[in-house]
T-cell receptor, first 114, second 112 residues
Framework: NAGVTQTPKFQVLKTGQSMTLQCAQD?????MYWYRQDPGMGLRLIYY???????DKGEVPNGYNVSRLNKREFSLRLESAAPSQTSVYFC?????????????FGSGTQLSVL | GENVEQHPSTLSVQEGDSAVIKCTYS??????FPWYKQELGKRPQLIID?????GEKKDQRIAVTLNKTAKHFSLHITETQPEDSAVYFC???????????FGSGTKLNVKP
């Protein structure tokens, strides 16, 4: 049982380059999330998808786009990377957050933008 | 939106001592409060959670307390062990709402 799978694990970009972070879950969860983790800042929500076909902005959406490709997959795209986007990115999923169901996290992507 | 504050940012205790981490929240409608543990280089994982209809919950050496009136909740770890060393995050969410808001994290160091 893989849970939440993220790719890649590490990435180095130059300013202005674009890339897509991939996330897939095999738990048949409805909700999926993208968080970024910065030192001293905790986990901040970038975008989330409450169900297949819907996406909504979180706390820090600027510079990012997302796609909920199907129930399993939720991708995060950086169109023009900036050094401020250097961070660790976590994808997560939850069965029913409205009832307080717990988040399952992927293993993270460490992104450096030079 | 919700604002979750967490203290302290770092905590160092001797093995066997107790550790307490505190969080406050701003949205009185929040009713679900999970705690996540993140070991170095690993993903966050849920260790305990509490809903607003109870004041305390225990799971072996870990307990969480909630004070709805004061809008704060705390994580208590007793008889700490070196493997408890990690970063701990509190979070808050509310019914019919798909977002979790996290605190800034507490780095706990348990010295053997």
């Amino acid at each position: 049982n893989a849970g939440v799978t993220q790719t890649p694990k590490f990435q180095v970009l130059k300013t202005g380059q674009s890339m897509t972070l991939q996330c897939a879950q095999d738990m048949n969860h409805n909700s999926m999330y993208w968080y970024r983790q910065d030192p001293g800042m905790g986990l901040r929500l970038i975008y989330y998808s409450a169900s297949e076909g819907t996406t909504d902005k979180g706390e820090v959406p600027n510079g990012y786009n997302v796609s909920r490709l199907n129930k399993r997959e939720f991708s995060l795209r950086l169109e023009s990377a900036a050094p401020s986007q250097t961070s660790v990115y976590f994808c997560a999923s939850s069965d029913d957050p409205q009832r307080g169901e717990k988040l399952f996290f992927g293993s993270g992507t460490q992104l450096s933008v030079l | 939106g919700e604002n979750v504050e967490q203290h302290p940012s770092t905590l160092s205790v001797q093995e066997g001592d107790s550790a307490v981490i505190k969080c406050t929240y701003s949205d009185s409608a929040s009713n679900y409060f999970p705690w996540y543990k993140q070991e170095l280089g690993k993903r966050p994982q849920l260790i305990i959670d509490i809903r607003s209809n109870v004041g305390e919950k225990k799971d072996q050496r870990i307990a969480v307390t909630l004070n709805k009136t004061a809008k704060h909740f705390s994580l208590h770890i007793t008889e700490t062990q070196p493997e408890d060393s990690a970063v701990y995050f509190c979070a808050a969410s509310r019914e019919n709402f798909n977002k979790f808001y996290f605190g800034s994290g507490t780095k706990l160091n348990v010295k053997p």
